[in-house]
């Protein structure tokens, strides 16, 4: 589970409240990373618990103040610990390729709509990612290594919506006007790729 880790390097680039988190969470961090502000603030407790995080004092206590967090070294150490440590890819989980084989199966309709919508919005993704570029990381602003590891992740999400753009193009394409999916056949059932 990756969310801990997702956390401690948000709030490491700033400190902030569970609020203002889970706002970080729906734009620049949710491009590679999503949760939800239930799995977000769940979190926060088990970090602060943990002694990785810490509330940070309020300038003047106020009754239903926003607590904002900051990070303890326990937690800075607990993050340089798993940045180091190896993993292996993991297989991709796509729930639009699983019903697509599923309309092998049983038939498609609607599914056709569903690829030009996703065409869509992973065009809609890729263009505000160019804009991201454009604006964040001119060529003049990649010269420390942390500005051109951001960019290496704003690069990989850039190429991984060029992927999807390609090949939603390429399946619709294949398809032409044809329904997607048959009437399943009875050779067909139990039959695997």
């Known amino acids: 589970m990756s969310l801990p880790y997702a956390i401690l390097t948000a709030l490491l680039e700033k400190p902030s409240s569970g609020l203002e988190l889970t706002r970080r969470f729906d734009r620049s961090i949710g491009y590679f990373w999503s ?3 239930q799995q977000i603030y769940r979190e926060l407790g088990k970090l602060e618990q943990a002694g990785y995080i810490r509330a940070l004092p309020a300038p003047v206590p106020a009754r239903g103040q926003k607590k904002e967090y900051e990070v303890l ?3 800075r150490a607990e993050l340089a610990a798993w940045v180091d440590v190896p993993e292996d890819p993991k297989p991709m989980r796509s729930a639009l390729i699983l019903r697509m ?5 049983v038939g498609g309709h609607g599914l056709r709509e569903e690829l030009e919508r996703h065409l869509a919005l992973h065009q809609r993704q890729l263009a505000e990612y160019l804009d991201i ?4 990381f001119p060529p003049a602003r990649r010269t420390s290594e ?6 290496l992740v704003l690069r990989g999400g850039i190429d991984l919506e060029r992927f999807w753009v390609h090949w939603l193009t390429d399946a619709l394409s294949e398809l032409g006007g044809d329904r997607i ?6 050779t067909d059932v139990g039959h695997e790729a």
Do not use: K, M, Y
Request: proline letters at 15%; aromatic letters at 0%.
């Open 146 to 151: 942390p500005d051109r590891l951001r960019h």
């Open 181 to 186: 999916g048959g009437t399943p056949q009875p």
């Open 133 to 136: 570029e454009v604006r964040d």
């Open 101 to 105: 084989r599923a309309a092998a199966v």
């Open 35 to 37: 949760a939800t502000h």
């Open 73 to 75: 070294p326990a937690g």
